[in-house]
């Protein structure tokens, strides 16, 4: 079968492939190994598992190593790879009060049933640029692990913010809304049912969508268009949302069980790490419960406080807009990290065609009005 | 045994599992027996960007066979970067041949153009869509546009090329200009230009719409009606260039595209053009 290359388009994009490997590959510094990256690099792990909506830290290292830190392009390396592989089981249902955490807060109480837990947090430290030689940090390490493992036995010294003496109940405290669900103070969503969960990777999730599919949205949008969404509604030209008083900021740790595909039973075959939030809202337009208050529910992958507390904020006022405006549109549709980056990308693209048709029909209507005002 | 252990490491030359294809083909089979109709789908991630002919290369790897012959064009060309680039991931990942000649294609996928000559019964047309929803310009709302389509009210699309008209005094929409499919559904015709658009109605070959960030697949089936939307007294322009030609083959028969600058023009098709300086190939 005849093909014919005119002009070079295969060199072009080998050239540049070319280009694009040696200069992630070849250079003088050491090979950047995937356990650095999942080491040194958490924060960026977490968020590109967030973002393409798959626990897999060893993948999304890869994927981080190979998009040289490109959040987006991380996230595509991976959904890609995704579609390449059959899909074998669903879990059961996990219960987020199973969720180990390695931080709680609870901005709305002083004292809170279950305690205050600050956990690993930079919102308290000051933000110096730190400019430590490679020497100091190597000594102050040294000396962390030693202070810690003095004070948590030597078991899994390494193991970050997990390792502690803390019992079961400290790890799994209680919910601040269920305090206030015994107070009177909430408006009863609870649902009966237990529907299937609208799965979004299979379903082109459109408005009116159920819950579940805008949870699931946002759950893997990018983190940046939820901020924007969220800060837009606040300061921008949307006016849809109010800022909410926090129940839970969590991180901590789920097991992810599937029935065993023999026996039947329950086997965890996965640990995830997840940010939790609760955002309590105050009821106040005609027509609430004005005596009580809503919750809004946001939980991502990873440790990405920023997208969670964006996330719970935005389902409360989704669920208030009750398909008043467009905010379900906008939150289904224009969050993802892939479709709004891709789109606008593809301007790259020749677009000579759709060009020259333009400038045709400028050109008639310039005829057009000398014909008109002859 | 862990579950590190059970994954398969091969490399693997499948960009779409068997069970998205299949999801793939009932989608289109869908939108061949509802001409026009957007049928949604689950639209997987591929390893080119969405906007970038993703929907596309889905429809056209759940469509291709190892015994097809493909061609694949950007604004007409078999030799644009992105042409190339999604005609190397189909051939490798399928084992189908590739072509640049349309006559000899079982399958062309195109960004932009339909191929100037050579599509018949045996040819399967697959258009990469960018804005599969063509009342988008008149209504934002998706739940309105589902009702407007579902009731055929397409009077707002009617006052807005009315105005169009009446403002302008021609009708500017330049490409993707909007269709009326079996009489039925109106549909963006991707954006090609308007040159290409009498040459779907009824067409021998069937048509299909991927569009993989919006996850619709819509279909024109062959032998259909596709009516562009204008008025009985105000006929459908095709682009006019003016009496030029082609600065290679001297066509004035085809869809000809400009050079910046100098009075320069050429056909946009240029397998087709190619063909017309070379008979003997």
């Avoid at chain 1, 913010?161 to 019992?167: E, I, K, M, Q, S």
Wanted: net charge negative.
């Amino acid at each position: 079968m005849g093909y014919v290359s005119a002009r070079g388009g295969l060199d072009a994009i080998q050239a540049a492939e070319r280009l694009v490997r040696r200069l992630r590959l070849v250079s003088d510094s050491t090979w950047l190994e995937e356990d650095q990256i999942l080491d040194k690099l958490r924060m960026l792990v977490d968020r590109v598992m967030s973002e393409a909506g798959l626990w897999d830290p060893r993948l999304a290292a890869a994927a981080i190593r190979q998009s040289e830190g490109d959040v987006t392009e991380a996230v595509h390396l991976l959904r890609a790879y995704r579609s390449t592989l059959p899909r074998f089981a669903y879990s059961e249902p996990s219960d987020a009060d199973d969720i180990r955490v390695r931080r709680r807060i609870v901005p709305a109480f002083q004292r809170v049933p279950g305690d205050q837990l600050l956990g690993r947090s930079v919102d308290y430290t000051a933000r110096f640029l730190e400019r430590q030689s490679d020497e100091d940090a190597r000594e102050e390490a040294e000396k962390l692990r030693a202070e810690h493992a003095t004070a948590v036995g030597d078991t899994a010294a390494n193991d970050g913010d997990t390792a502690t003496n803390d019992g079961d109940a400290a790890r799994t405290p209680r919910r601040l809304i269920e305090l206030l669900r015994e107070m009177d103070l909430l408006v009863d969503r609870r649902s009966v049912g237990d529907p299937e969960p609208f799965d979004i990777t299979r379903v082109p999730a459109r408005p009116p969508a159920p819950r579940s599919a805008l949870l699931s949205s946002m759950s893997r949008a990018d983190t940046g268009a939820l901020v924007n969404q969220w800060y837009r509604n606040i300061l921008g030209p949307d006016g849809y949302l109010h800022e909410v008083t926090l129940g839970e900021v969590r991180h901590g740790d789920l097991q992810v069980v599937v029935a065993h595909p023999v026996s039947g039973e329950a086997v965890s075959v996965a640990e995830v790490r997840v940010t939790e939030v609760e955002a309590i809202e105050d009821l106040d337009e005609i027509g609430e419960d004005r005596t009580r208050f809503d919750v809004g529910y946001g939980l991502c992958f990873g440790h990405n406080e920023r997208k969670a507390i964006a996330m719970a904020n935005l389902d409360i006022a989704c669920h208030r807009d009750a398909g008043r405006t467009q905010l379900e549109q906008s939150l289904l549709l224009t969050t993802d990290a892939l479709d709004s980056a891709g789109f606008l990308e593809h301007l790259k693209l020749p677009h000579y065609v759709t060009f020259r048709s333009m400038i045709e029909r400028k050109i008639a209507v310039r005829k057009a009005r000398r014909k008109h005002d002859a | 045994m862990t579950l590190d252990g059970l994954i398969d490491e091969r490399p693997r030359t499948e960009l779409l599992d068997e069970y998205a294809k299949r999801e793939i083909r009932r989608a289109m089979l869908s939108a061949v027996a509802i001409p026009g109709y957007q049928v949604p789908f689950g639209s997987r991630e591929m390893p080119v960007a969405r906007g970038w002919g993703s929907g596309g290369l889905q429809v056209t790897l759940a469509t291709v066979h190892r015994e097809d012959v493909v061609k694949v064009i950007d604004q007409g060309d078999d030799d644009g970067v992105n042409a190339v680039n999604l005609r190397r991931l189909v051939t490798s990942s399928t084992g189908a041949r590739e072509t640049s000649v349309a006559a000899e294609a079982t399958v062309v996928q195109s960004r932009h153009r339909v191929p100037e000559d050579g599509l018949d019964e045996n040819t399967v047309l697959v258009l990469q869509v960018p804005v599969p929803e063509p009342l988008r310009g008149v209504e934002r709302d998706m739940r309105e546009l589902a009702r407007m389509h579902a009731e055929a009210d397409y009077s707002r699309m009617w006052v807005s090329l009315y105005e169009d008209k009446v403002r302008n005094g021609v009708i500017t929409q330049s490409t993707g200009y909007p269709c009326l499919v079996d009489g039925r559904y109106v549909a963006a015709t991707t954006p090609i230009p308007r040159w290409d658009i009498p040459r779907l109605h009824d067409a021998p070959f069937l048509t299909l719409f991927g569009a993989g960030r919006e996850k619709r697949i819509y279909a024109i089936p062959p032998y259909t009606d596709v009516e562009p939307l204008t008025f009985e007294d105000v006929p459908f322009e095709v682009e006019d260039a003016d009496g030029a030609c082609c600065a290679l083959c001297g066509s004035r028969e085809s869809f000809l595209v400009s050079l910046p600058g100098a009075p320069t023009w050429l056909c946009s098709d240029t397998d087709w053009c190619r063909r017309r300086r070379e008979p003997s190939a």
